[in-house]
T-cell receptor, first 116, second 116 residues
Framework: DSGVTQTPKHLITATGQRVTLRCSPR?????VYWYQQSLDQGLQFLIQ???????AKGNILERFSAQQFPDLHSELNLSSLELGDSALYFC???????????????FGSGTRLTVV | AQTVTQSQPEMSVQEAETVTLSCTYD???????LFWYKQPPSRQMILVIR??????QNATENRFSVNFQKAAKSFSLKISDSQLGDTAMYFC?????????????FGEGTQLTVNP
């Protein structure tokens, strides 16, 4: 157990639907990052939150949104789902005591989203 | 923007032998961190080794070591005494040094297969 919890582990939904992926960061970590990994591809950065505030945006579609709550857990909302949104969605966290995250991130085990 | 390139989509090695995975990156930053992550069939992202750019000494973690050439912007991973459990996708990643946390930029990955 890495300490980063992602739920659900698997999600199957139909095109056009909306889903919410949840992430609880490792205790003490203030930064949360969301990544998308499509089949047999690398990890694409979506968005970063730091202590409740959006800090950086990557290749995140307008149909996607995220937020980080006061208890530091984060949710990634995906709407108007398309077949191409099927992917593994990772959440990761890093600690403010490790400037620049020099020990790397701690990743959750991911949520496997299948859009049918 | 930083880019990370892994030019070997697939590699294979015999058990107990040594293999080197290549990675190059492009950045104008002077202070940064480099990482190798392993993603086995379970899809969990596991940190293998990290390197701080300001350190000239190459990082080593048991059977894993890196050859960091800052001027050449090269960061290769050497796996000695390869084991069947090393079979995985390996991702090279770059991170700028920022106190509030910084995104990891990943390469496309190298699929390593260790053969018995």
């Amino acid at each position: 157990d890495s300490g980063v919890t992602q739920t659900p582990k698997h999600l199957i939904t139909a095109t056009g639907q909306r889903v919410t992926l949840r992430c609880s960061p490792r205790s003490g970590d203030l930064s949360v990052y969301w990544y998308q990994q499509s089949l047999d591809q690398g990890l694409q950065f979506l968005i970063q939150y730091y202590n409740g505030e959006e800090r950086a945006k990557g290749n995140i579609l307008e149909r996607f949104s995220a937020q980080q709550f006061p208890d530091l857990h984060s949710e990634l909302n995906l709407s108007s789902l398309e077949l191409g949104d099927s992917a593994l969605y990772f959440c990761a966290s890093s600690s403010p005591n490790e400037p620049g995250g020099r020990y790397g991130y701690t990743f959750g085990s991911g949520t496997r989203l299948t859009v049918v | 923007a930083q880019t990370v390139t892994q030019s070997q989509p697939e590699m294979s090695v015999q058990e107990a032998e040594t293999v080197t995975l290549s990675c190059t990156y492009d950045t104008s930053e002077n202070n940064y961190y480099l990482f190798w992550y392993k993603q086995p069939p379970s899809r969990q992202m596991i940190l293998v080794i990290r390197q701080e750019a300001y350190k000239q000494q190459n990082a080593t973690e048991n059977r894993f070591s890196v050859n960091f050439q800052k001027a050449a912007k090269s960061f290769s991973l050497k796996i000695s005494d390869s084991q069947l459990g090393d079979t995985a996708m390996y991702f090279c990643a770059f991170m700028k040094q920022e106190t509030s946390g910084s995104r990891l930029t990943f390469g496309e990955g190298t699929q390593l297969t260790v053969n018995p």
